[in-house]
């Protein structure tokens, strides 16, 4: 099953920025609806923002609209997660996963919706 590959976490200061990959090696992600997803220690893991494939809109989870941007590179077969003004409630581990869509009336974080294994993840620590 196809695993995508995040980087791109670290520790930052409240109100600093941070840009998150998620690449693949064997699929070209362009073809695909990507999601970034986020786990806080003991909660469970949440959507973050979706892209739908071949420009057909995002969307974000209320937390961070306004703050996070997810984008593409095609040429790099890569999306991006560029994250601003970031809060202590942003730290956790995030991922990233195919989806089988981004637009949906249903909730795209939903478990049916994820088509890819879950990954490492990529540490994010927002902390003075």
């Known amino acids: 099953q196809l695993q995508l590959v995040e980087s791109g976490g670290g520790l930052v200061q409240p109100g600093g920025s941070l840009r998150l990959s998620c690449a693949a090696s064997?699929?070209?992600?362009?073809?695909?609806?990507i999601g970034w997803f986020r786990q806080a220690p003991e909660r469970e893991r949440e959507g973050v923002s979706c892209?739908?494939?071949?420009?057909?809109?995002?969307k974000y989870a209320d937390s961070v609209a306004g703050r996070f941007t997810i984008w593409r590179d095609n040429a790099k077969n890569t999306v991006y997660l560029e994250m601003n003004s970031l809060k202590p409630e942003d730290t956790g581990v995030y991922y990233c996963?195919?989806?089988?869509?981004?637009?949906?009336?249903?909730?795209?974080?939903?478990?049916?919706?994820?088509?890819?294994?879950w990954g490492q993840g990529t540490q994010v620590t927002v902390s003075s």
């Open positions: 892209d739908s494939s071949r420009y057909q809109g995002t």
């Open positions: 064997d699929v070209t992600l362009k073809n695909y609806a």
């Open positions: 996963a195919r989806l089988a869509s981004c637009v949906t009336n249903l909730r795209w974080s939903r478990a049916s919706n994820v088509l890819s294994s």
